[in-house]
C-alpha cells in the first residue's frame, strides 16, 4: 500500500502542500481581482486532481531508484514522465476552466487559459518533479525505518543467541558436578539421591521456561537462583551457607533473564567450592536512586587465583546489561581481601522496568 494512503495525516499534510504549490499556476494565469472563487476553481481543484492522479507513480518510481539507476535512465523516464505531468495538469485546468464558464458571471475562465498553455505544461512538469523528488524523500525515510526494523530485530536475536550461549555455558558444568553427586548419593542415601534429581528438574525446567529476551520479575530470576543454589547446597553440604536480603517491593520488578545464574554459579565455583571450609553466599536486593540493585558476595581463597572476575560469564552479562540498558546499567566485581562482589546496577526506567 501506498505510504500516504496507511496514513491519512500523511495524506491531509500532502493535499494541503498541493492546496499551496497551486499558486504557481494561479501566477502563471495572471491578476484575479475580485475572481477568488474562479482562481481556486481554474487552479486548486485540478492541482488536487493532479495530486491525487500522479499518486499511482509511486510504484513506478520504486523500479528507478536513484541510487541503483543509470543517469540516461533517470534521465528518459523524468523527461517522459514530466511532459505527461505537464500535459496532464494542462488538461485537468481546461476542463475545470470550461466547468467554470458554465457559472454565470465566470465565462471568461476559458479566456484565461489561451495563450498560457505553455507556461501551464511547464507548471505541470515542474509539479511531476516536485511530486518525484517528495517520493523519492519518502522512500528513503521508508528504507531507513525498515533498517531500523531490521536492526532491531538483530538486536533481539543477538540477545537471544548471548543468552542460548550463556545457558550452554551453565548447564555440562553444573549437571556434571550434579550427576556425580546424585551418584554418590545413591548407594548412602538413596532418599536424598531422590530429591536431589527432583530439583535438579525443577532448576532445568525453570531455566528452559526463561524467556530469550524479554524481563522477567525478580522473583522468577530469585527462584532460578534458590533452584540452583538447593542442587549445589546437596553437593556442598555445610560448606555452603545461603544468607538472601531481599528489599520488600523489588521482586515485583522486571529485570534482565539470568541475570543472578552467573553471578551465583560464579561464586560458587571460583569462591566457596575452593574454600575447604566453605563459606556465606550473600544474595542481596534494594532499590535506591532509580534503580534496583543486586550484590552477590562470597569468601575466595586468600591463596588462590583471582576469583573470575574477568570470566566468561561476567563479560556475556556485562555485553547483555549495555544492550538491554544502553544508558545506566553497571555490573561491578571486585575482590576486596579475602571477599569477591558483584553488584549490578539495573535503571527503572529502561528495558521495559517500571519507573
Known amino acids: 500500500m501506498h505510504p500516504l494512503l496507511a496514513h491519512p495525516r500523511w495524506l491531509l499534510a500532502y493535499l494541503g502542500a498541493w492546496v499551496l504549490l497551486s499558486v504557481l499556476p494561479a501566477a502563471a494565469l495572471g491578476p484575479w481581482e475580485g475572481h477568488g472563487l474562479?482562481?481556486?476553481?481554474?487552479?486548486?481543484?485540478?492541482?488536487?486532481?493532479?495530486?491525487?492522479?500522479?499518486?499511482?507513480?509511486?510504484?513506478?518510481?520504486?523500479?528507478?531508484?536513484?541510487?541503483?539507476?543509470?543517469?540516461?535512465?533517470?534521465?528518459?523516464?523524468?523527461?517522459?514522465?514530466?511532459?505527461?505531468?505537464?500535459?496532464?495538469?494542462?488538461?485537468l485546468a481546461e476542463a475545470a476552466a470550461r466547468a467554470a464558464g458554465l457559472v454565470p458571471g465566470w465565462e471568461d475562465a476559458v479566456l484565461r487559459l489561451a495563450g498560457r498553455r505553455l507556461?501551464?505544461?511547464?507548471?505541470?512538469?515542474?509539479?511531476?518533479?516536485?511530486?518525484?523528488?517528495?517520493?523519492?524523500l519518502l522512500a528513503a525515510m521508508e528504507a531507513v525505518r525498515e533498517?531500523?526494523?531490521r536492526a532491531a530485530v538483530l538486536e533481539v536475536r543477538a540477545r537471544e543467541?548471548?543468552?542460548?550461549?550463556?545457558?550452554?555455558?551453565?548447564?555440562?558444568?553444573?549437571?556434571?558436578?550434579?550427576?556425580?553427586?546424585?551418584?554418590?548419593?545413591v548407594v548412602r542415601d538413596p532418599a536424598g539421591a531422590r530429591q536431589t534429581c527432583?530439583?535438579?528438574?525443577?532448576?532445568?525446567?525453570?531455566?528452559?521456561?526463561?524467556?530469550?529476551a524479554r524481563p522477567i520479575p525478580l522473583a522468577a530470576e530469585l527462584a532460578l537462583a534458590r533452584a540452583y543454589l538447593a542442587v549445589e547446597a546437596v553437593r556442598l553440604g555445610p560448606r555452603l551457607v545461603v544468607r538472601e536480603t531481599v528489599e520488600p517491593g523489588c521482586e515485583a520488578v522486571p529485570v534482565l533473564p539470568l541475570v543472578l545464574q552467573p553471578l551465583v554459579e560464579n561464586a560458587i565455583r571460583h569462591g566457596i567450592a575452593r574454600i575447604p571450609e566453605g563459606g556465606t553466599l550473600a544474595l542481596d536486593a534494594w532499590r535506591d536512586g532509580g534503580a534496583l540493585w543486586l550484590r552477590v558476595t562470597n569468601p575466595v581463597d586468600p591463596g588462590g587465583p583471582d576469583a573470575g572476575g574477568g570470566g566468561l560469564g561476567l563479560r556475556t552479562l556485562r555485553d547483555r546489561l549495555g544492550a538491554m540498558y544502553p544508558r545506566g546499567a553497571v555490573l561491578d566485581a571486585r575482590r576486596t581481601g579475602d571477599t569477591f562482589q558483584v553488584a549490578v546496577r539495573l535503571p527503572l526506567d529502561e528495558g521495559g522496568n517500571d519507573a
Open 38 to 91: 474562479q482562481a481556486a476553481a481554474i487552479t486548486v481543484l485540478p492541482t488536487l486532481a493532479f495530486a491525487l492522479a500522479v499518486l499511482p507513480s509511486w510504484y513506478a518510481l520504486r523500479v528507478f531508484p536513484l541510487d541503483r539507476s543509470g543517469l540516461l535512465r533517470l534521465a528518459t523516464f523524468h523527461g517522459i514522465a514530466a511532459a505527461v505531468g505537464g500535459a496532464l495538469w494542462l488538461g
Open 119 to 136: 507556461e501551464l505544461a511547464a507548471t505541470g512538469a515542474v509539479f511531476w518533479c516536485l511530486f518525484a523528488a517528495f517520493h523519492y
Open 147 to 149: 533498517a531500523q526494523a
Open 161 to 185: 543467541a548471548a543468552l542460548a550461549g550463556l545457558k550452554a555455558q551453565v548447564h555440562p558444568h553444573f549437571l556434571f558436578n550434579s550427576l556425580n553427586t546424585i551418584s554418590s548419593l
Open 198 to 212: 527432583i530439583q535438579l528438574a525443577d532448576f532445568l525446567r525453570m531455566s528452559l521456561r526463561t524467556p530469550d
